[in-house]
T-cell receptor, first 113, second 116 residues
């Protein structure tokens, strides 16, 4: 089955700096890669996703890049703000199969004022 | 606004007790899920249901069962709770997608279970 590895497990950045979280996956058939953000005391929430037919996707201050050859994808947050502090999870699956979504181990991002 | 509600935010149970975790969604979603969240292990799928009375085992079903008698409600049952089931439990729901679509998961706020 799919195995998703996520690094780093914790990340601290100064407000205004950029943050990068990296994930690798094992199943070359995976073609859908979402990122979820979990704020303290809340459930995870989808913030951005990418499919294997594109290499990069942006939404305001967040972007995701995908390298299918190397089987890794990354989340980039620019101009970080205190409200970006949260746990971030990457995931991978084959499109059309929500059951087969495999999550990474999570990254605790802390944005220092 | 979409909503997944988990009835209990915090529970403390004793070893051997039967535990029910309830989840209700108001979005008419076909799929419902139970995940377990542990530090350093991410989210692991316990059980998945794609329709009323239908269920599939996830990656860690041992020690758990589920019930889905109505479309909006999905229950997780620990028949005999053990200390290694102390964890955060997350319920989620999603629409059924086509072959090229994976439905966004909508999560509840979680139920933190402590088994003494």
């Amino acid at each position: 089955g799919e195995n998703v590895e996520q690094h780093p497990s914790t990340l601290s950045v100064q407000e205004g700096d950029s943050a990068v979280i990296k994930c690798t996956y094992s199943d070359s058939a995976s073609n859908y890669f979402p990122w979820y953000k979990q704020e303290l005391g809340k459930g995870p929430q989808l913030i951005i996703d990418i499919r294997s037919n594109v290499g990069e996707k942006k939404d305001q201050r967040i972007a995701v890049t995908l390298n299918k050859t190397a089987k890794h994808f990354s989340l980039h947050i620019t101009e970080t703000q205190p409200e970006d502090s949260a746990v971030y999870f990457c995931a991978a699956s084959r499109a059309g199969s929500a059951r087969q979504l495999t999550f990474g181990s999570g990254t605790q991002l802390t944005v220092l004022p | 606004d979409v909503k997944v509600t988990q009835s209990s935010r915090y529970l403390v149970k004793r070893t051997g007790e039967k535990v029910f975790l309830e989840c209700v969604q108001d979005m008419d979603h076909e799929n419902m899920f139970w995940y377990r969240q542990d530090p350093g292990l991410g989210l692991r799928l316990i059980y998945f249901s794609y329709d009323v009375k239908m269920k599939e085992k996830g990656d860690i079903p041992e020690g758990y069962s589920v019930s889905r008698e109505k479309k909006e409600r999905f229950s997780l049952i620990l028949e005999s709770a053990s200390t290694n089931q102390t964890s955060m439990y997350l319920c989620a729901s999603s629409l059924v997608g086509g072959a090229s679509y994976t439905g966004e998961l909508f999560f509840g706020e979680g139920s933190r279970l402590t088994v003494l």
